[in-house]
């Protein structure tokens, strides 16, 4: 008599419903008209798991080509580690190994952003910090804008999940589910803003000088002693609503011309503190990976986080601005990260 199949997937699933109503193993045997000895040990199989797995000893690498490993890191950065142990010549290497080795002497970093400098942006860029290295800090309104989404950074929803447990599904949306965009400055130890730019405006200059209007000379220069306005120097990056004709004119109008507007070199974003301000508010609202429903909650969770910012906090930003200025110059007009 010739030897049985072996069990379908469906006397499979029939096996653990039986075990699931309380039958013994004998029962299932006579129900499926199997071999008692052919479902005990099914039931045993799967009673016993996944096999641990034995972690194997790593290749051994000698101390000569450990040092060629580290150089090559050094002259090769954001490379994979097959290509780093190519170009020592070092093969027959397995992939856990390598990555082990390099985490002894390296770390896997993202490539740094930074704005274009060319010979001409760095030489604005010293001029600038001479101009202003003798300036009053304290009297400057640093501004910019922002934009933040519903969704936020992919790669800040990152985080350890405890074993045995799910990772949270985290939605997937064009555009990062749509955004707010939001103006805000920093004085002294002062926080102006922040402010909403309202939904679908796209901020042209008369856009924009009307929205500075709106928000900034109605709700907070206005209130300002005459003392203060004039000592007050106004900056603003070099976006084209910022800078146009039209822009430039209005200002003037309202008293922010010649050495109240401060001149901003080109491409110069680490050089501005609010920079960093906007990075604490969004560490804020983005922690844990959160996402948000809608452009109000988003807004409503700026805000919120922006409350949270003390005096103390954007005293350093501003003060900070001196060491800027020092970095700049140091660096022959390169860029000194924020």
């Not at 190994?97 to 952003?113: G, N, Y």
């Not at 948000?292 to 601005?321: C, F, H, P």
Request: with cysteine.
């Amino acid at each position: 008599m010739g030897q049985k199949n072996n069990l379908t997937g469906s006397e499979k699933s029939k096996i653990v419903r039986y075990l699931a109503e309380g039958c013994s193993s004998l029962k299932i045997a006579k129900l499926l008209k199997r071999d008692h000895r052919t479902i005990t040990r099914f039931i045993q199989n799967s009673q016993q798991g996944r096999k641990k797995r034995v972690d194997k000893p790593r290749r051994k690498i000698t101390a000569h080509e450990l040092r060629k490993v580290k150089r090559a890191a050094a002259k090769m950065p954001l490379a994979t580690s097959l290509a780093i142990f190519q170009s020592c010549n070092i093969t027959g290497v397995p992939k856990s190994t390598r990555c082990a080795i390099l985490r002894d002497m390296a770390k896997v970093r993202k490539a740094e952003r930074r704005p274009p400098l060319n010979k001409t942006h760095k030489l604005k860029r010293q001029d600038w910090a001479k101009n202003y290295l003798k300036t009053d800090f304290s009297k400057v309104l640093c501004t910019d804008e922002m934009r933040v989404s519903l969704d936020g950074p992919d790669e800040w929803a990152r985080g350890w999940i405890g074993k045995g447990q799910r990772a949270p599904v985290r939605l997937r949306r064009q555009q990062g589910g749509g955004g707010v965009l939001v103006w805000a400055g920093i004085i002294k130890d002062e926080l102006v803003g922040p402010s909403r730019v309202e939904d679908g405006v796209e901020l042209n200059s008369q856009s924009y000088c009307q929205f500075l209007e709106d928000t900034f000379f109605k709700q907070w220069y206005r209130k300002k002693s005459a003392s203060f306005k004039k000592n007050m120097i106004f900056m603003q990056d070099n976006a084209p609503s910022h800078v146009s004709k039209y822009s430039t004119a209005w200002l003037a109008r309202k008293g922010i011309k010649e050495e109240k507007l401060m001149t901003w070199p080109p491409c110069s974003p680490d050089l501005n503190p609010i920079e960093n301000l906007w990075s604490i508010i969004k560490c804020e609202i983005y922690k844990e990976g959160k996402q948000y429903t809608s452009l109000n909650s988003v807004w409503e969770a700026v805000v919120a986080a922006a409350r949270n910012v003390d005096g103390e906090q954007i005293k350093t930003l501003t003060e900070s601005m001196d060491g800027r200025l020092l970095s700049v110059l140091a660096k022959k007009g390169g860029y000194i990260g924020r």
